[in-house]
């Protein structure tokens, strides 16, 4: 079935530094793929979004690419602050033809702790 | 323009007691998710409502979960005989089909976290 894999965390860093946050995934057919954040005592919040390969989605200064070839989707920044500490979660959407049900798996989740 | 809310936020429960949950979507979104996150992992799907029909529901929901939206709106997820294993937070998220649109972005509310003693 389909699967997604992430980074495991968690991952601490200093302010300004480069992130790169690994991201695989295992699908049959053409998923979509996303990236999701969760701050400490909120729900999940979507990121950013690619839906089909070499697409690339980017939000907030965050940045990630489709890549089939691969099966990856790295989550990137630049440049981290302090307010970028959270959960960080990489889904895919299961797409069903039928009823179009799109729902989303994900992957176990990286933290991420970012110190000024 | 409210996000999806959820009702309660805690819930501390004693094993074999029944809970319920409540979810309210972003209104006009015709189509509702439950997930359940258990700690330190992603959310798994529990179950899907297009409108107030219930289309899909994972092997995760047992016999003792039953979910409802009754007129299409809010929905209701109840846990029947509460086991120490239910221990989660259930995350509800709403989205909103446009005619034959491939992809849909889901809303996520706060969760319920449910702790069973």
């Known amino acids: ?116 | 323009d409210t996000g999806v809310s959820q009702d309660p936020r805690h819930k501390i429960t004693k094993r074999g007691q029944n809970v319920t949950f409540r979810c309210d979507p972003i209104s006009e979104h015709n189509r509702l998710y439950w997930y359940r996150q258990t700690l330190g992992q992603g959310p798994e799907f529990l179950t899907y409502f297009q409108n107030e029909a219930q289309l899909e529901k994972s092997r995760l929901l047992s016999d003792r979960f039953s979910a409802e939206r009754p007129k299409g709106s809010f929905s209701t997820l109840e846990i029947q005989r509460t086991e120490q294993g239910d221990s989660a937070m259930y995350l509800c998220a709403s989205s909103r089909t446009l005619d034959r649109v491939v992809m849909e972005t889901q809303y996520f509310g706060p969760g319920t976290r449910l702790l069973v003693l």
């Open chain 1, 1 to 116: 079935g389909n699967s997604v894999t992430q980074m495991e965390g968690p991952v601490t860093l200093s302010e300004e530094a480069f992130l790169t946050i690994n991201c695989t995934y295992t699908a049959t057919g053409y998923p979509s793929l996303f990236w999701y954040v969760q701050y400490p005592g909120e729900g999940l919040q979507l990121l950013l979004k690619a839906t089909k390969a070499d697409d690339k989605g980017s939000n907030k200064g965050f940045e990630a690419t489709y890549r089939k070839e691969t099966t990856s989707f790295h989550l990137e920044k630049g440049s981290v602050q302090v307010s970028d500490s959270a959960v960080y979660f990489c889904a895919l959407s299961d797409l069903r033809a039928i009823q179009g049900a799109q729902k989303l798996v994900f992957g176990q989740g990286t933290r991420l702790t970012i110190n000024p």
